[in-house]
């Protein structure tokens, strides 16, 4: 099995709401996420989220602790070994860059509403990102 580092950012705006994108091709395609991606040799995690946000939003973060690991299935034998990190927007403009072929603010229950990679509302509510089931937005 090869274990693939890859980071992902948590970041909301000041009404709450969630940054998401949908992804633009495989892994995922067509599905919405939280931004993120493969950590390049010899980049740090927080580079790498700051990177993958911009590339993928537009928006500049300054990039907090981390939130939580997952790991899901990659190509072949590879496995994705994510680590989510909260993050603030600092700067920049929104939109959809890079493999994202859509970014945009959803509150909980448009996000549950919403057709997401697989086990990331899950993670997302484990962690305390999101309230549990689809009681009241947060």
Do not use: F
């Not at 070994?81 to 493999?99: F, K, N, P, S």
């Amino acid at each position: 099995m090869r274990v693939v580092r890859c980071v992902g950012a948590i970041v909301r705006d000041e009404a709450g709401r969630l940054l998401v994108i949908r992804r633009g091709r495989p892994p995922g395609e067509g599905l919405w996420s939280i931004p993120g991606g493969r950590v390049e040799p010899g980049e740090a995690d927080a580079a790498a989220v700051a990177r993958e946000v911009r590339e993928e939003t537009g928006l500049l973060v300054a990039v907090g602790a981390r939130t939580g690991v997952v790991d899901r299935p990659g190509p072949g034998d590879a496995t994705y070994e994510i680590h989510d990190y909260a993050a603030t927007v600092v700067g920049g403009a929104l939109r959809a860059g890079d493999d994202a072929a859509d970014a945009r603010w959803v509150t909980v229950a448009e996000l549950r509403a919403l057709p997401t990679s697989p086990g990331l509302v899950e993670a997302l509510t484990a962690w305390r990102v999101l309230p549990p089931g689809p009681g009241p937005e947060r």
